[in-house]
Nanobody, 128 residues
Framework: QLQLVESGGGLVQPGGSLRLSCAVS????????IGWFRQAPGKAREGISC????????NDAYSVKGRITISRDNAKNAVYLQMDSLKPEDTAVYFC?????????????????????WGQGTQVTISS
């Protein structure tokens, strides 16, 4: 059974930074792509970034492009999301999820239908 555990959320002032981590267990690291999603109160879950199983391809949503960096360390079975220049509208619960059947090692997207396993989420609050 694949399990994902997010960490690194918290309260940050506007303009600040956070680094979220997603620890994955129960599956070989190079078999899955990872997506990061967020859900703000009263809003639909939004895909914001993904990274392919081999780490060679990433894709960021327009709403966060230029402010986030996704990376992975397959030796540690971990994926990271560095977020900079944070804004109040970035306030949400952030989730990582695994796509265990990507068509190629270079492929990723953040269509929620492709993600079978989800973490419990970590709260990110941007406020002064």
């Amino acid at each position: 059974q694949l399990q994902l555990v997010e960490s690194g959320g918290g309260l940050v002032q506007p303009g600040g930074s956070l680094r979220l981590s997603c620890a994955v267990s129960g599956f070989a690291a190079d078999d899955y792509a990872i997506g990061w999603f967020r859900q703000a109160p009263g809003k639909a879950r939004e895909g914001i970034s993904c990274i392919s199983s081999n780490g060679r391809n990433t894709n960021d949503a327009y709403s966060v492009k230029g402010r986030i960096t996704i990376s992975r360390d397959n030796a540690k079975n971990a994926v990271y999301l560095q977020m900079d220049s944070l804004k109040p509208e970035d306030t949400a619960v952030y989730f990582c999820a695994a796509d265990v059947s990507p068509p190629t090692p270079y492929y990723c997207d953040y269509d929620t239908a492709h993600f079978t396993y989800w973490g419990q989420g970590t709260q990110v609050t941007i406020s002064s």
